[in-house]
DNA sequence: TATTAGCACTCTATCCGGTTGAGTGCTAAC
DNA sequence: GTTAGCACTCAACCGGATAGAGTGCTAATA
């Protein structure tokens, strides 16, 4: 365990790289931080922090940098974890009244407002669809050939798909049809429904029912998207700020790596427990930022986890004010999507 | 005009420039193009060439590259316009067939073809909502307090929104609000919705019904949303290999404007005429993309003119290519959109 | 008269050696 | 245990020399 001493030239370390980017020596520590001890002192201390793994040099002359295992003890043990001012959650809330007029743009909008505040990437993870219930299925008639099938499920999602029919279809047709469905499929979870129910049904009524098979196929089809486009990015341009991203390769691998929604969806659904999680650098199990931190968090929507929101950035991140904003994030986004008719 | 040979220059350091980015001398002309004549002559027409302002030198020692002006002639005159290969369009239908569940992903996975295909951002202006006509609307219950409003228009897009209402509300009630505002609304385009109709009604029936003014309320909502969230994004990661884009506060510009969907909208919206368009450097209205080409295109649905598709990139493009692509998507996208049920 | 060879010139990019400055580790004194 | 002093290291910066690609001009050539 590290004593006072090295803690405090530790954080002065990780407060100093995070706000300026550069290796920093003992000199400009003693300097710059009102330790009470001369440089040579920091030297010593700071060799026995390399030894120790908490910090590391670019090369012999250089000054020293956190290493992992530095930010590590630093966001288990030394940060004080700040709260974000009532000033600043007055101006969440101006945000969303001014810009969300429908369900979806709240998770665009906190993507939006996460990286405004945390200067990062932010991705917002949508509710899962499919963790739904399935209430009922409805046709609504377009023409003669063609009605929209809408799906509703008991937390108001709505998911609507226009099908041909056959020329001659009733409309008492159709209702029956939509009642055989109802009847089968209502108060069953979209999981379940997919998992197998499907097929119990199709063997149990009228095989002959083109129309029928059409309305099953649309509920399968529903069922099947919603793993795609329900993340939401906040920020990408806030990468290009940051001097680690002064490379454009760099910058490349990051860009292409938003870029796949189904790989976005698998990191953040890993996410284990409740709450602000941190991961540091190699902490990450995909290699392709393993050299930058995650924190991530989840919301609650009725008592339930239902998603994840996350910051992404490099290694060299405000820990505190992030983790302060998922935080928050955290404890309101339910409420907040509540208000906006979720 | 230019003569016979000068076009012939031209052409090649055109050719020469667009693919290797790099200016071009006399001598490198005369030795990978085979023109038959000496790199001497070269250099008195590039002379020439450079005097009537159709290529330009960075510095006195250095090779010329093609100005705005020389690439302007180039698509206008010198460009032998390619079409698409059969190879290549089953490739774009295979594409399709393999992704596209819902119509909303034809209009993303369009332009990840496009980009895919002319190795630069692309962009995919969704149809205009309220350039349809709205058909009906319906409530479908959801529980005792609330109802999901649905409106449905005659090309077949759904809009929902989920509303309160008074806890005692009979289904009568609700049938006889949604029949007040169809028998009112139907056939109206929802540009005249927005714009007048919607006043009118509200001083025609019953001023007294909360439930009234809520589901109004939702078709005003409805036609607002509309002009966002309708541009796709294909390949922006595309511009970080260009080498024109090795500068990271360049690309920070492009982003940061690829991230305006209101600009975007308005950017491809100016899109005069039909057919397919070329914008070259200054031609460009936007002025963040005064040092960029732009490759815009309309598609249509049912005869009439929906939406537009576009490349962007740096000036150095290869024209040719994305013009192909793009006359390809200008004949072909109302097709595919009605297939997957627009 | 149009084309070409030759030549002097220009300008960038690159390499190289010297200098500067921030930083270190070690040792000896406090 | 702490600190001052000192020799040492290394990246970054600067300036001069060089190479190379390219030009424009002039005179010779077909």
Redesign the interface.
């Known amino acids: 365990m590290l004593d006072d001493r090295k803690k405090k030239i530790l954080q002065a370390i990780i407060n100093d790289y995070v706000s300026t980017a550069e290796p920093i020596g003992s000199r400009t520590i003693a300097r710059k931080y009102d330790l009470g001890i001369s440089p040579a002192t920091i030297r010593n201390e700071m060799a026995d922090l390399e030894l120790l793994g908490y910090i590391e040099q670019l090369h012999t002359s250089s000054g020293r940098i956190p290493s992992a295992k530095g930010y590590r003890f630093f966001v288990d043990s030394l940060l004080s974890r700040p709260v974000i001012s009532e000033n600043e959650i007055s101006l969440i809330s101006n945000w969303y009244g001014a810009k969300v007029?429908?369900?979806?743009?709240v998770f665009?909008e906190t993507a939006r407002i996460i990286s405004r505040m945390t200067h990062n990437v932010s991705l917002v993870l949508a509710p899962q669809f499919s963790h739904c219930t399935f209430?009922y299925l409805?046709f609504?008639p377009?023409d003669d050939r063609?009605v929209?099938v809408?799906i509703?499920t008991d937390s108001?999602f709505?998911e609507?798909?226009?099908?041909?029919i056959p020329e001659d279809t009733t409309v008492e047709e159709l209702q029956r049809v939509a009642a055989a469905i109802n009847n089968r499929l209502s108060g069953v979870s979209l999981d379940a429904i997919k998992a197998s129910v499907l097929k119990d049904i199709r063997s149990e009524v009228i095989p002959d029912s083109s129309l029928f098979e059409a309305a099953l196929s649309v509920v399968t089809?529903a069922l099947?998207?919603d793993k795609?486009?329900r993340v939401y990015l906040g920020g990408?341009?806030q990468l290009?700020?940051q001097p680690e991203?002064?490379d454009?390769?760099k910058?490349?691998n990051i860009?292409?790596m938003l870029?796949e929604e189904q790989l976005l969806c698998d990191i953040l659904q890993a996410g284990d427990g409740d709450g602000v999680v941190v991961k540091i650098g190699q902490e990450n199990k995909y290699s392709g930022i393993k050299d930058c931190s995650m924190v991530q968090a989840t919301y609650q929507v009725e008592g339930q986890v239902v998603g994840t929101i996350a910051v992404l950035g490099p290694t060299r991140m405000e820990y505190g004010k992030i983790m302060a904003v998922l935080e928050f994030m955290h404890s309101h986004l339910g409420e907040i999507l509540k208000k906006y008719?979720m």
């Open positions: 007029r429908r369900i979806e743009e665009q209430k409805q609504l377009l063609r929209i809408v509703v108001g709505v609507n798909k226009i099908i041909d089809s099947t998207i795609k486009e990408t341009t290009l700020n991203f002064r454009v390769d910058v490349k860009l292409s870029e008719k």
